[in-house]
């Protein structure tokens, strides 16, 4: 595995096997480069999973330790034997190349907006969650939650280019955020319930509404652990308590009254959804969770869109001949369909996948229905103007969407700016158009604008290399 990884980090496998004098002996020297290489290897894995950052103790053991079998190499008597000699350098080429990998990766500007945006969530919380319960305050804001939100939307979209380090620093930093973005949406809907029930109600209710007010304390815990925010608890004890509240819940007798039963059912239910919180501490190490190209609902998105893009390729080339008769309607909207339907997980990077996924597929629905909405138009000679004019538009954006669909580049290209600057053309013209009161004119010149404004976004999206 090792090996594996360091052909694929340096292009060719450390050779430390070589035998000398006639392959009967191994040579000393040769000896301990192999030594150092069995180092260089089980390194060379803890170096390619290391996501922290410079500032960390496990960053420090890391250098400290490639930087001891540097010396060792160094040291290592070649006799002047080329065999050795060769050896000899490409061991430190690997430990060179591993320090570098980690330095890079640690540093890296897309791990220091990961490290940037983890802090501001700390903030965030600190101000909006600690602070206001030790100060007896409850209330969770609508503010706080939009605030937690646009910082998972944020964090998506920090580019990692398939570094894994990186990815896996992103994974972990998006599993806490959404985690307390959970708990916060969690405790806001609480805030909108009904009040506990009477104490009078039942013998079991004021133990339940004792319970209540124990994990509300134990939501701002359970932030507060997520976030770094606690130094004296851990997910461990606060797991212990959670799980000793659920026994004590299930020992109560609540029989013959269903409206306890059901307000237990409710509490339990809310300690159930803090409890899975709390197994974070190993997210990010499972290739599984962070390499989203494994997972189901990933492939399935691509599979729809691998066969959008056939849909497209065969739609647009008959369209090019003249006769626009390829029309696969029904099949797009069954792919929206399935698309609708792919699960999520509450996984803002699926959730983008699907998004975009989805617009594409809008994107083509649009422009099959604009075309065929030109073919069937049959003006008479009493029609509006305005009228004709935005149809003229109609046209001319209807040409222009067929090349944003395949358009493929970037936007510092000049197919992309020729592109946007006619799709801002075609909206100052219908700027232009003065509907004189014709209400026909009026809607349709409405929905033109809105038909450019969509294709103008496509376009900006097909071009923000964003990545899941």
Not at 62 to 70: A, G, N, T
Request: charged letters at 30%; a negative charge; one cysteine or more.
């Amino acid at each position: 595995m090792a090996v594996r990884w360091l052909c694929s980090l340096f292009g060719k496998p450390f050779d430390g096997g070589k035998r000398m004098d006639n392959g009967s002996q191994l040579h000393p020297s040769m000896a301990r480069l192999q030594e150092i290489q069995q180092e260089v290897a089980r390194l060379g894995q803890q170096v390619c999973a290391f996501s922290g950052l410079q500032s960390d103790r496990e960053y420090r053991r890391l250098e400290r330790e490639l930087s001891r079998l540097q010396m060792e190499t160094d040291q290592v008597e070649t006799e002047g034997k080329a065999e050795l000699q060769r050896a000899r350098k490409q061991a430190a080429q690997e430990l060179e190349g591993l320090l570098r990998y980690l330095e890079e990766n640690a540093t890296h500007p897309s791990r220091l907006a990961i490290e940037e945006l983890s802090q501001e969530a700390q903030r965030l919380v600190e101000q909006g969650v600690v602070e206001p319960q030790r100060a007896g305050a409850a209330e969770i804001g609508d503010e706080l939650v939009d605030a937690v939100q646009e910082l998972v939307l944020r964090l998506t979209q920090v580019k990692t280019g398939g570094r894994v380090p990186l990815r896996k620093a992103r994974y972990r930093a998006l599993t806490r955020v959404c985690a307390v973005q959970d708990v916060i949406e969690g405790r806001a809907r609480q805030q909108t319930l009904p009040l506990p029930l009477s104490e009078g109600t039942h013998a079991a209710v004021q133990r339940i509404n004792q319970v209540m007010v124990q994990v509300s304390g134990a939501r701002s815990q359970l932030v507060a652990l997520l976030m770094g925010l606690s130094g004296r608890d851990s997910c461990a004890h606060l797991s212990r308590v959670l799980t000793e509240l659920l026994v004590e819940l299930d020992a109560l007798d609540v029989s013959g009254n269903a409206s306890v039963r059901n307000y237990r059912k409710r509490v339990v239910e809310e300690i159930n959804g803090l409890l899975k919180h709390l197994d974070l501490e190993g997210e990010g190490d499972d290739t599984c969770r962070y390499d989203l190209a494994q997972n189901d609902s990933i492939r399935q998105i691509e599979a729809v869109r691998g066969r959008v893009a056939q849909l497209q390729g065969e739609m647009l080339r008959q369209g090019g001949a003249g006769e626009f008769s390829f029309r696969p309607k029904a099949e797009l909207q069954s792919l929206l369909t399935h698309l609708d339907q792919v699960d999520t997980a509450r996984n803002p990077c699926i959730r983008e996948a699907r998004r975009r996924a989805v617009l594409e597929l809008q994107a083509l629905i649009t422009f099959l229905d604009l075309r065929e909405g030109l073919e069937r138009r049959q003006p008479g000679p009493e029609e509006h103007p305005s009228h004709r004019a935005v149809w003229q538009v109609l046209a001319s954006l209807s040409d222009l969407q067929a090349q944003v669909l395949c358009f493929d580049g970037k936007r510092a290209d000049k197919s992309y700016m020729m592109l946007e600057e006619l799709l801002t053309k075609q909206l100052l013209a219908l700027d232009a158009v003065d509907p004189q009161g014709d209400p026909m004119t009026k809607a349709a010149r409405k929905q033109a604008v809105k038909l450019a404004q969509n294709i103008l976004s496509y376009l900006d999206m097909k071009t923000d290399e964003w990545e899941y």
